[in-house]
């Protein structure tokens, strides 16, 4: 009797007819409600690649992982610098369970290889592009560990991309006064969606009701 191949024998069976499909039973881990729309499953998926790009990537990326990290979720940076203490805070991360690791740019995909083992999200700003075989086997490892991977560059794979767009800071009217929130156009497979990040709180909030028209982001199409 012929071997009937995996894929087929899911789909029969269990309705599975992608990889992906595979990760839909497995809820995705919960985000700030504000950030949920982004996500096609409204919350971070595991098991993938997600690419987070453009202005304020990085703080969407940190306000991402806060509620996972409440839930004592391990997470680690790699390759992100040394943002403020303060700052990674203030968008809600639990400081206790986020580790920022400074590594040399070359050295990512051997930190991430590492860490993937022992982490359950991962917030990398990779040093270089990986070729395609790197790309498959780092695909592989994450999915196999079922980890949340958030690239703060395109990525080869990625299952959700979300682009900033634009970015409108508020609080120095008249040339005086002090930044008090930014707000965000994000665009991703859901839509667009408009938010504060931060918000008068530092955490991602919804954008009120009745916005002056000088906030009002204007996206220009690039042609």
Not at 12 to 28: Q, V
Not at 34 to 51: D, H, N, S
Request: aromatic share 4%; net charge neutral; charged share 20%.
């Amino acid at each position: 009797m012929s071997a009937v191949p995996l894929v087929e024998q899911l789909s029969r069976e269990m309705g599975i007819s992608t990889a992906t499909a595979l990760f839909h039973g497995h809820a995705p881990r919960p985000v700030h409600p504000v950030l949920a729309p982004l996500f096609r499953r409204g919350g971070l998926p595991r098991g993938e690649i997600v690419t987070m790009t453009g202005s304020q990537s990085l703080s969407c990326a940190l306000a991402t992982i806060a509620e996972a990290t409440k839930e004592q979720k391990w997470c680690a940076g790699i390759g992100l610098g040394e943002p403020a203490v303060s700052s990674i805070a203030d968008l809600g991360v639990d400081l206790d369970h986020f580790v920022n690791v400074v590594t040399p740019a070359q050295d990512w995909l051997r930190v991430a290889s590492i860490l993937i083992e022992s982490f359950d999200i991962l917030v990398v700003d990779p040093g270089y592009l990986p070729s395609a075989g790197e790309q498959a086997r780092l695909l592989a490892k994450v999915r196999e560990r079922r980890v949340s991977f958030i690239s703060l560059a395109p990525a080869k794979g990625s299952t959700e991309q979300i682009e900033i767009t634009d970015t409108q800071w508020s609080g120095t009217e008249h040339g005086q006064g002090r930044l008090r929130s930014c707000q965000v156009v994000a665009r991703s497979q859901t839509g667009v969606h408009r938010f504060l990040l931060p918000g008068p709180d530092g955490t991602p909030t919804e954008v009120p009701a009745s916005v002056p028209e000088r906030m009002k982001p204007v996206i220009r199409s690039v042609s």
